[in-house]
């Protein structure tokens, strides 16, 4: 489904998805040919939850976001070239190369904090939305994390606290579904909670939670919109968990890329390995979309092909302007840093 939206917004909607998905790719590749070292997250599969949802925020909301923050960073209109730098660990980069892959943090955007740290962000969240709430400054909060922040102990007690609080903040929870197959709205798919479904959990502290299909761009557009306009009207913090199914290349310890993405797979999947060919053809949100773009007659494929093309060029300048740039000095090392 489509988000209710006209057609420069939906356009738009369609190249920031884009731009996270060949970024990603980019990135993958860029670590098999030893640019940068360690281990990484990418957003590829996710890119319906994150470019709606965050399209619903205003320009003074604030953001949280983890280990799998470059989807969310680029969504919000992070721009690729200095996001690409960070990761690499270059001084051009948002956080001067500092940060890097897991801490990359862009404040200008409104993003408050990254981490790693699974459900770190959980109560720093509540916190910002508490500064919000009492300075009456009209901002809400988005605390982004994965299915497995819930385990943690920290997601408990800041849902305790921001619902007898009412803070105006909203928990997105992108359920990846380590180890849940299939995208049925309502199925029984957790991580390795015993609560289930993961909505169970803060609905115990009289959250209001629901779950929606990730996948589907109009349908988390709709949630998050709604949700938004909610916690707006002080009516305190609202949950949604994304379902999206994991993306085959994420399968195993270091992400590889199955089939480059090419807007042609949306028509004709006769390229992608069998393998792996259901998940391009039934779970792929930025080729669902695409496919949904042409069918609601928004678009042409060639016009979709020209803003994909155009994403090409603009993360090959990206590649470009990262790999010129250079690493940070050794004596600034203990700069920006806390200790
Ligand atoms: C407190 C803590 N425990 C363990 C880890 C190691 N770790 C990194 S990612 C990850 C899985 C997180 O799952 P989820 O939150 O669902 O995010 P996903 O990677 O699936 O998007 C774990 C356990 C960590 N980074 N922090
Ligand atoms: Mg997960």
Redesign the pocket.
Known sequence: MLPTLNREQLMDLCRRMFRIRHFEEKLILLHTEGRFSGHY?VYIGQEATGVPALSCLGPDDYLFT???NHGHLLARGADPARLLAEILGRRDGYNKGKGGTFHTNVSALGFFHTS?????IIPLAGGAAYAAKAKKSGQITVCL?????LE?GAAPESFNIASLWKLPVLYLC?N?G?YGRGRAVGAVRS?TMAAYPLTDLPAAYKIPAQQVDGVDAGAVHGAVSEAVKKIRQGEGPQFIEAQTVRWPGSESNWPVVPVPTDVSLAWDSSAVPEAVKEWYRESDPVLTFVRELVEGKVATREEIGQVEEKVREEIARAVEFALASPYPELETALRDVFA
């Not at 790693?116 to 770190?120: D, E, F, K, L, P």
């Not at 994390?145 to 922040?149: K, L, N, Q, S």
């Open positions: 997250h983890t280990h799998r790693a740290v699974v459900a770190g994390f994965g299915d497995g922040a943690e992108e990846n380590k991580s």
